[in-house]
């Protein structure tokens, strides 16, 4: 199971940080990413960090102002958001790959997946 925490509302410029938590039997060994949603579109596939945190990947829509980070020992990840817009409004989701070792921002690797929490970015 994982379960998403800290989304909310925020003005445009301000700063969230998002935190998942997994519970049950989840290998540390496997990437953890994190997904959005908004309203009338598609899933886009925000971060993605492997197990040991070698490698990192995030959108172009994102970069530079989000960071993803995790904490095997505690089974927890997180995304610190900064610098939001309104087009960062979305659902997020939290995810663990299941299928293989890779990051990936499609989502097809991705086999355990939150329930979401909002983000609204709005003056």
């Known amino acids: 199971q994982v379960v998403e925490s800290g989304g909310g509302l925020v003005q445009p410029g301000g700063s969230l940080r998002l935190s998942c938590v997994m519970h049950g039997s989840f290998q540390s060994y496997r990437p953890i990413g994190w997904f959005r949603q908004a309203p009338g579109k598609e899933r886009e596939g925000v971060s993605c960090i492997t197990a040991g945190g070698s490698k990192i990947v995030y959108a172009d829509s994102v970069k530079g102002r989000f960071t993803i980070d995790r904490n095997n020992a505690e089974n927890t990840a997180a995304l610190q958001m900064d610098d939001l817009k309104p087009e960062d409004t979305a659902v997020y989701y939290c995810?663990?790959?299941?299928?293989?070792?890779?990051?990936?921002?499609?989502?097809?690797?991705?086999?355990?997946w939150g329930q979401g929490t909002q983000v609204t970015v709005s003056a």
């Open positions: 995810a663990v790959v299941t299928a293989g070792f890779e990051c990936d921002l499609t989502g097809d690797r991705f086999g355990v």
